[in-house]
DNA sequence: GTGGTCTAGACCACA
DNA sequence: GTGGTCTAGACCACG
């Protein structure tokens, strides 16, 4: 797994770590179960405040991607169900919506925007979870 | 047209006013030329203070979404061809991304996440624009 | 409403600031919509770190109790359901568990727990709310 | 006896043995002067740190809940009369009003919270103890 | 060694 | 002025 962030123009750091881990978890990079690296060491790697990493785990810990365990580390949790359908359904297409409105504001082709969606739908093998 | 924010918790108000132009433009309920609502006018009735509602105009100008001619108002701007930079598609892929990568931390279905784009892309009639 | 705090053995600080505003809202001292004094003031008056502060209302809003508005302050949000229905009986029987296996580690009689209990509910006047 | 923790989410471990055992004298799956299993064995079969065991052994001791008795084990203790303090009955009312003030914050009705706190009441079977 | 809490103090985005 | 983010560095509870 490789860790990277960019401490300049691409928004608030910890949410980059946690997008960083969502995208592992997403890919395939990140098992269920394995344990990610120490706020320390992972402050340390990117050259970063330990706290910043600290907020991003919980965040993570929060939306049920990860389990932090006092004393053992974080580690990346089951997948399962933490809000019911119809408000998972309500926050993803408000997210969805948000890329497409920018999408209209670029003045993007319907065709480009299709093609990144089945681009990226593909990278980001989405699996089904157990309700 | 109907003109609403949410204080709470949405994301900043400048922010909503943006999206709720760019959604009017993306749906046609904003026609090419039409005119928006004064900045005082709109601060009044949304009740929020009028430098949100010019941030908000300032950024939708700069977009190329609106225009705003001295003395007489802001319109809606013709949908005109931009520079379609790599910057513009890369810009794109990014908040598409996120969208995807939430939909992979709320555990949705690959078939939840097609319904979703497929009716909101109906839903936003993306337009073809000339070269 | 009565600020205070004991910074020596009452768990962190920053739950027993929760608490203060959970159970203001409880017994009716604090209104919906109501504000709460600003991260800053309030550090001050209780002579903590505004960081402290800041943590505490993130919790409250995350379970929904308060709306903090960036600009403008955190206000007594409107009582709603925020967990389903079974979730919420859980974590509350888990909650009430602890105190009841307290009571019997601490060799109290039933009639002392039913006391305390009565007491305590009708101090807390809970409220009915809207699904 | 069934002994089970739960490594992530629900309270150090050391105080989830505590309560496994308080349980069990509360509801008489444990009996006075039973066993429990070594601190060595109990740390095999949940696959945890012997001093996690020895921790929460020791804690049930000063709460005179157990008795450890040298080169034999360690023992339910007789139910009996402790010095009920006015600090114990004070360590129960915060305890008994964190959990109420958790129904307040999850928005539980009245009627919920009173079903709750019968039936765990019941399940517990408080003990009359002796002056 | 691990995460959790707290302090002190800086800078930014928003209204 | 308000909350949000980040840094630096200390101490504690847990395993």
Redesign the interface.
């Known amino acids: 797994m490789r860790w990277r962030v960019d401490p300049s123009h691409a928004g608030p750091i910890f949410q980059q770590i946690v997008?960083l881990v969502?995208?592992g978890?997403?890919t395939g990079r990140l098992a269920v179960g394995e344990k990610l690296p120490s706020v320390r060491d992972l402050a340390r790697e990117l050259v970063i405040n330990p706290n910043t990493i600290a907020k991003a785990y919980r965040e993570l810990?929060?939306?049920g991607?990860v389990?932090?365990?006092?004393g053992?580390g974080t580690f990346v949790?089951p997948?399962?169900?933490?809000?019911?359908s119809d408000e998972?359904?309500r926050?993803?297409?408000a997210?969805?919506?948000?890329?497409?409105?920018?999408?209209?504001?670029?003045?993007?082709?319907?065709r480009?925007?299709?093609e990144?969606?089945k681009s990226?739908?593909k990278r980001?093998r989405?699996v089904?979870?157990k309700k």
């Open positions: 997008q969502v995208r978890v997403a810990e929060a939306d991607v389990e932090s365990r006092r053992s949790a997948r399962r169900v933490v809000f019911k998972r359904r926050r993803f297409r997210a969805l919506e948000v890329a497409l409105l920018e999408a209209v504001s670029l003045g993007l082709t319907p480009e925007v299709d990144a969606y990226l739908r980001l989405l089904e979870v």
